[in-house]
């Protein structure tokens, strides 16, 4: 999970247009197979609704560092 959201945070730093580019492929899918992918990339979908909404941008990034701590700390290992 870690990896993947070092990702996101990469491409939302420097590749910005890919992320829109994901968000528009998406959005673009039939009905059936965006809620699965939606299923399957919960928490990267939500920081992508996130990402291209009409929040400021400030705003935007804060929700979607909250939101990967949350996520990651939910699913950390626990001894």
């Known amino acids: ?4 959201w070092i990702t996101f945070f990469i491409l939302l730093a420097w590749y910005p247009e890919v992320l829109h ?12 197979a965006e809620i ?3 299923i399957v990339m919960l928490p990267w979908a939500i920081a992508l ?7 400021a941008t400030w705003f935007s990034v804060g929700l979607i560092v909250l939101m990967a701590l949350a ?4 699913f950390a290992p626990r001894h």
């Open 36 to 38: 699965v992918m939606w």
């Open 49 to 55: 609704a996130f990402w291209e909404s009409s929040l």
């Open 71 to 74: 996520w990651v700390s939910v």
């Open 21 to 32: 580019s994901i968000w528009a492929w998406l959005r673009g899918l039939p009905l059936a």
């Open 1 to 4: 999970m870690v990896p993947a």
